[in-house]
């Protein structure tokens, strides 16, 4: 099924057909800005690990986990747009190994340059979240995030975004469970809402957030351009293609 795409703040008419009981987010990338984040802390692990090392590291890092320092471009496909926060550390670990040091040395080395975003004072959102909350909750629609992000930040960055009331059920990815493209993640966040996949929509912005939403069978898949992928990657994947979750809402703002 190819994509269709719609006006900005114009009512998307999949949405009316299916009249959905639970929308699925992804975080980075379609709630809140990716490759900002994802950029500058790169860079400075980088920078970290070859202070801690003495050895010239960065470019190892950085092809590795799919980054171009040069045009800041991140691989939608690659560990640093689709993995955890543990996975992107062992990876770290395993590079230092094959850069010849002891497994012993190469852990210490990470553990003394590893540091995770700050999840409050880094994260810009992508749309007015409070406001695109609010509608949806208005039309009785739940709301969910199943992100791979590791849920103490996840949590901190939606209390200082002032919606962390609004999300009925929250997955993350250190909670055990299979990682996306797995339907897993969609499947405990139905369970969790007593929402079948079939009336449920999964929002995100990479292939394996489409997947997954695919393979738990949810009654629309919805890509949005504001994260990692690009068009021509996600339109194969998706029943709808918006420009960013604003698209989500209804209406223009101050009118309902």
Same mark, same amino acid.
């Given at each position: 099924?190819?994509?269709?795409?719609?006006?900005?703040?114009?009512? %998307?008419?999949?949405?009316?057909?299916? +009249? #959905?009981?639970?929308? %699925?987010?992804?975080?980075?990338?379609?709630?809140?800005?990716?490759?900002?984040? *994802? +950029? @500058? *802390? %790169?860079?400075?692990? /980088? $920078?970290?690990?070859?202070?801690?090392?003495?050895?010239?590291?960065?470019?190892?890092?950085?092809?590795?986990?799919?980054? =171009?320092?040069?045009?800041? *471009?991140?691989?939608?496909?690659?560990?640093?747009?689709?993995?955890?926060?543990?996975?992107?550390?062992?990876?770290? &670990?395993?590079?230092?190994?094959?850069?010849?040091? #002891?497994?012993? &040395?190469?852990?210490? /080395?990470?553990?003394?340059? *590893?540091?995770?975003?700050?999840? &409050?004072? =880094?994260?810009?959102?992508?749309?007015?979240?409070?406001?695109?909350?609010?509608?949806?909750?208005?039309? !009785? %629609?739940?709301?969910?995030?199943?992100?791979?992000?590791?849920?103490?930040?996840?949590?901190?960055?939606?209390?200082?975004? !002032?919606?962390?009331?609004?999300?009925? @059920?929250?997955? $993350?990815?250190?909670?055990?469970?299979? #990682?996306?493209?797995?339907?897993?993640?969609?499947?405990?966040?139905?369970?969790?809402?007593?929402?079948?996949?079939?009336?449920?929509? &999964?929002?995100?912005?990479?292939?394996?957030?489409?997947?997954?939403?695919?393979?738990?069978?949810?009654?629309?898949?919805?890509?949005?351009?504001?994260?990692?992928?690009?068009?021509?990657?996600?339109?194969?994947?998706?029943?709808?293609?918006?420009? +960013?979750?604003?698209?989500?809402?209804? +209406?223009?703002?101050?009118?309902?």
């Amino acid at each position: 099924m190819s994509a269709k795409a719609f006006p900005k703040r114009h009512r %998307i008419p999949e949405l009316d057909e299916l +009249s #959905p009981g639970l929308i %699925i987010f992804d975080k980075g990338g379609t709630l809140t800005d990716f490759h900002g984040l *994802w +950029s @500058a *802390w %790169i860079r400075e692990l /980088a $920078c970290r690990v070859e202070s801690a090392t003495g050895l010239p590291m960065a470019g190892r890092l950085f092809h590795a986990m799919g980054f =171009d320092p040069g045009s800041g *471009w991140i691989d939608p496909s690659g560990w640093l747009a689709t993995d955890t926060m543990a996975d992107l550390r062992a990876l770290a &670990v395993d590079l230092l190994g094959q850069a010849g040091l #002891p497994r012993q &040395v190469s852990d210490a /080395a990470v553990e003394t340059a *590893w540091f995770a975003p700050d999840p &409050v004072g =880094d994260v810009r959102p992508l749309a007015d979240l409070p406001g695109l909350f609010t509608d949806l909750r208005d039309r !009785g %629609i739940k709301i969910a995030v199943a992100t791979m992000d590791d849920r103490a930040p996840t949590e901190a960055t939606f209390a200082a975004l !002032g919606v962390e009331l609004f999300v009925d @059920a929250l997955i $993350c990815g250190d909670d055990g469970l299979s #990682p996306k493209p797995a339907a897993d993640m969609v499947w405990a966040v139905c369970q969790a809402t007593g929402v079948e996949p079939a009336h449920a929509v &999964v929002v995100g912005d990479s292939v394996t957030d489409l997947e997954m939403g695919r393979a738990a069978g949810a009654g629309l898949v919805v890509g949005v351009l504001s994260g990692v992928a690009p068009e021509e990657m996600l339109a194969p994947h998706a029943d709808v293609l918006l420009a +960013s979750v604003a698209d989500l809402l209804t +209406s223009p703002p101050g009118i309902r």
